[in-house]
């Protein structure tokens, strides 16, 4: 269930302010019009933006606003949430020049995903922004039938010929790497054995790869995932990342129920 505390209107307004104020920073000189579109699913969330000039051919062309705004379209969204009916998945945001603004929300539809979001997205909104089975649309509700609702990532995405492991995935940005890995490695621990496995990327080193499970409600993930990024510089799982990023790298409280809920999943009992 959502925390959040309700926004007022006075307290939203706020927010579509320093929205607009943040925008008119970023964009570039003699700007007319920008358009922003906020989407958003639990942790998930994409905000493809758009800029049309006073001058030229009047096409706009593509914008990235800066990463506050999406922290204000967050803010906006949890503060908007109302038990039963849920809170919006898009924000149409239309900014022209100088300050004059229109904001439209879609709490119905589904947004138009520049890129899908990943199945755990479904499951963690129900968490957060509970909905009455009426306010509830068909394809929030029926998407995440097809598989779990708690993934495991693996540390690796195969095994070649001769036995070690291959990855093709990107890698974490340097200044990343030690919050992923804090993140990773503290969250909370579900199931664990009291001896360690071998380095599959370097079979000589002490036998230090702990043989535990971790989850944050959402995800879960051996403790192989933290010590390969830790000790090898391995990334994890892309989608993985992209979940820890969008929550900010601040592990959640997960409660008994989902706890038990991993450890079904991971003993395959579920």
């Known amino acids: 269930m959502s ?3 309700p926004l007022e209107p006075a307290e ?15 964009l570039p000189p003699a700007w007319q019009e920008c358009l922003v579109a906020y ?7 994409e905000m493809p933006g758009q800029v049309t000039m006073a001058a030229g051919s009047g096409l706009p062309s593509p914008f990235t ?5 999406a922290e204000l379209f967050e803010r906006l969204r949890a503060g908007m949430y109302r038990p039963g009916t849920g809170t919006w998945f898009t924000a149409t945001f239309r900014l022209t020049f100088p300050f004059t603004y229109d904001v439209r929300f879609d ?12 199945k755990p997205a479904f499951a963690e909104e129900r968490r957060r ?4 089975a009426e306010h509830t649309p068909d394809w929030l509700a029926e998407r995440p039938a097809g598989g779990p609702e708690l993934p495991i990532a693996k540390p690796f995405d195969s095994t070649g010929p001769d036995g070690r492991p291959v990855v093709e995935r990107p890698e974490v940005p340097a200044e990343e790497r030690d919050t992923l890995v804090r993140y990773l490695e503290n969250a909370p621990m ?3 054995a009291r001896s360690f496995d071998a380095d599959m990327m370097d079979p000589g080193r002490a036998r230090e790869v702990p043989l535990t499970y971790h989850t944050d409600g959402t995800w879960i993930w051996p403790g192989a995932v933290g010590y390969y990024l830790r000790a090898h510089g391995v990334p994890p799982e892309p989608e993985l990342v992209a979940h820890i990023r ?19 999943v991971i003993t395959g009992s579920s």
Do not use: K
């Open 3 to 5: 925390e959040d505390r």
């Open 12 to 26: 939203q307004n706020a927010l579509f302010q320093e929205i607009t104020q943040a925008l008119t920073h970023a």
């Open 39 to 45: 989407r958003a699913l639990g942790s998930y969330s």
């Open 65 to 69: 606003p800066p990463r506050q705004v």
């Open 107 to 118: 709490g119905e539809r589904e947004p138009a995903w520049v890129v899908a979001p990943p």
């Open 129 to 132: 922004f509970p909905r009455d």
């Open 190 to 192: 579900v199931l664990a």
């Open 246 to 264: 969008a929550r900010g790298f601040e592990i959640p409280e997960v409660g008994d129920d989902v706890r038990s809920a991993a450890v079904a």
